[in-house]
């Protein structure tokens, strides 16, 4: 418990004392909007975010204002989390099914509403035309001069063009986070460990992200490193592509035994992604979290909490409500509903409401960091 305040009190004084550098020197000014007020956020508590939180849940699909999350505690999450998978080969609809189409105006609802938007990419193997979980070898292929670099490049003008049809109604392009290559510390998609060498991850990172900028000139996006499993800092920073590519640090974790082996865990994690993070200068997520179907009455104040006001992070998301046998947020009636209203009312988490109040004070340019305080909610 020591150590781990210790690292708390060294990234609570890193902040206040270093200067936050972000990886694009050519982002948008609403871009670096968002980067800090990622910052400032950050001191004021943990935002929470849901997969897919607006297109469906569960018992329902594309009932425009509806939300899962907003039907028990009268509040939308802070961050909304959505999938590429598919765009890259062209199609109408992701992954998952929600129309591309209607994945814009989400996004654009979420922002001019005062969320927060992140991006996934689950595309398929470039090498193969096999999904993300084809873990036949591609990276070796897809970097330039191999056998598949055409078609992946082809796929980067996909996604490219995607992020620039991004835009509020007043035209302003809307920055997102985007993750790609996540869990790449594990072996289940064609990026993982054992599907290319540490040099191999880090060259397709850095070729990815600078023909993103400088070949297509998309500059409206803070990028996401995400990581699987890990012991230590060595682990975590093992495939790194370098300060100058990432803006946010996590890792996906997952309760897929006891509670007790879960936090325990996740405190180690944690602690290391946040000595990370204020080594590199890194804005610290729970990226993907959750307990499939949340049995457990009161998961949300007696396992995930307790860990989470322990460290300083921008946000947790959970996955998506996809199915009745394959949710991660409560719905009305759910086992968990009532823990998670309190879950919500706690001084140490951020909804739709309070973010969204909090990003109207941030704009104003005379606001410090340090004058986010936190209040009690009712």
Not at 193 to 200: K, L
């Amino acid at each position: 418990m020591a150590s781990r305040f210790l690292a708390l009190l060294l990234f609570s004084l890193f902040f206040h004392t270093q200067s936050y550098s972000q990886s694009d020197p050519q982002a948008t000014p609403a871009a670096k909007q968002l980067h800090q007020r990622l910052y400032k956020l950050m001191q004021r508590g943990i935002m929470f975010g849901h997969q897919d939180d607006l297109a469906y849940g569960v018992g329902w699909k594309y009932e425009f204002g509806r939300s899962d999350v907003r039907s028990v505690c009268g509040d939308g999450p802070a961050v909304y989390g959505w999938d590429l998978g598919h765009l890259e080969l062209g199609r109408s609809h992701n992954l998952d099914s929600v129309p591309f189409d209607s994945l814009r105006s989400y996004i654009r609802m979420v922002y001019e509403s005062g969320g927060i938007n992140t991006l996934s990419w689950h595309g398929n193997n470039p090498a193969t035309g096999g999904s993300a979980w084809d873990t036949s070898l591609a990276v070796t292929a897809i970097l330039p001069g191999g056998s598949s670099s055409a078609t992946y490049t082809a796929w980067l003008d996909k996604l490219a063009d995607f992020m620039l049809s991004l835009k509020a109604g007043d035209g302003t392009l809307i920055p997102v986070i985007f993750r790609p290559f996540h869990e790449h510390t594990g072996s289940w998609f064609w990026w993982g460990q054992h599907q290319c060498t540490s040099m191999e991850f880090r060259t397709l990172w850095q070729y990815t992200i600078n023909y993103l900028q400088i070949q297509k000139h998309v500059h409206n996006l803070l990028f996401a490193y995400s990581a699987a499993d890990f012991n230590n800092e060595k682990d975590y920073l093992e495939r790194w592509p370098g300060d100058d590519f990432v803006d946010i640090i996590g890792f996906d974790l997952y309760q897929s035994s006891s509670a007790a082996d879960y936090q325990h865990l996740l405190r180690e994690r944690l602690h290391v992604l946040q000595e990370v993070a204020a080594a590199h200068g890194m804005i610290p997520a729970l990226t993907e979290t959750g307990l499939e179907r949340i049995p457990e009455a009161s998961w949300w104040t007696q396992t995930l909490l307790p860990v989470l006001q322990d460290y300083k992070l921008s946000y947790v998301l959970v996955w998506r409500n996809g199915r009745p046998d394959h949710y991660y947020a409560p719905y009305p009636g759910q086992a968990s509903a009532e823990d998670f209203k309190k879950f919500h009312a706690n001084e140490h988490t951020l909804f739709l409401e309070e973010a969204k109040s909090i990003k109207d004070k941030a704009e104003s340019p005379e606001l410090k960091a340090e004058s986010i305080k936190p209040k009690a909610k009712s």
